[in-house]
């Protein structure tokens, strides 16, 4: 069975700091994991994925995450926050037969001017 | 651009009746999916689709219904609509992918329903 804890539910950072959204996952066999983010009255969308390839993987609006399998963990990171990126971030796993996605419980970003 | 559509967006209705929320994609994908999510909380997968006349429930238990006739559409149906059933229902689709698991899931908006 595959889980995900995204440690923070909110996660509050000044425009132009460091974001670091974090995200654990259990699976018993290899992951895909993603990321996806929700901006207000809409749905999910895909920031990055990983399906290992690269254990760094790039994503769009400057978003990165590493897998690191020894600490079952795949954090976001961006370098320099924007206001634009104030939204919901999912991190989800998907694992095994039957090809379905667990999603973790979110984590809103606030970012302050 | 949105390549999954739902309707309506917002929907409130009172106890007891039907209601269908409608969901079409026009990628060609196979697989479809609701989920349902409520505030800080995770998405949880309510029905899943293989193809056309496959479907499966998820992993949340749910009084709702769901047909695949066409590989497009995919609408969910409450049969008597209850306040328990206020929350916010995401349609999503993926390619079926060889291997599986790897393929992104792409969202429909949501239709944000509240049952009076």
């Known amino acids: 069975a595959q889980s995900v804890t995204q440690l923070g539910s909110h996660v509050s950072v000044s425009e132009g700091a460091l974001v670091l959204l974090r995200c654990n996952y259990s699976s018993s066999v290899p992951p895909y994991l993603f990321w996806y983010v929700q901006y207000p009255n809409q749905g999910l969308q895909l920031l990055l994925k990983?399906?290992?390839?690269?254990?760094l993987v790039k994503g769009i609006n400057g978003f990165e995450a590493e897998f690191k399998k020894s600490e079952t963990s795949f954090h976001l990171t961006k370098p320099s926050a924007h206001m634009s990126d104030a939204a919901e971030y999912f991190c989800a796993v998907s694992a095994g037969g039957g090809f379905k996605t667990i999603f973790g419980a979110g984590t809103r970003l606030f970012v302050k001017a | 651009e949105a390549d999954i559509y739902q309707t309506p967006r917002y929907l409130v209705i009172g106890t007891g009746k039907k209601i269908t929320l409608e969901c079409s994609q026009t990628m060609g994908h196979d697989k479809m999916y609701w989920y349902q999510q409520d505030p800080g909380m995770e998405l949880h997968l309510i029905h899943y689709?293989?193809?056309?006349?496959?479907?499966e429930k998820g992993d949340l238990s749910s009084e709702s219904t769901v047909s695949r006739i066409r590989t497009e559409h995919f609408p969910l149906t409450l049969e008597s609509a209850r306040p328990s059933h206020t929350s916010q229902y995401l349609c999503?689709?993926?390619?079926?992918?060889?291997?599986?698991?790897?393929?992104?899931?792409?969202f429909g908006n949501g239709t944000r329903l509240t049952v009076t």
């Open positions: 999503a689709s993926s390619e079926y992918g060889g291997t599986g698991g790897n393929s992104p899931l792409h």
């Open positions: 990983y399906t290992s390839a690269a254990t």
């Open positions: 689709s293989y193809g056309v006349n496959s479907t």
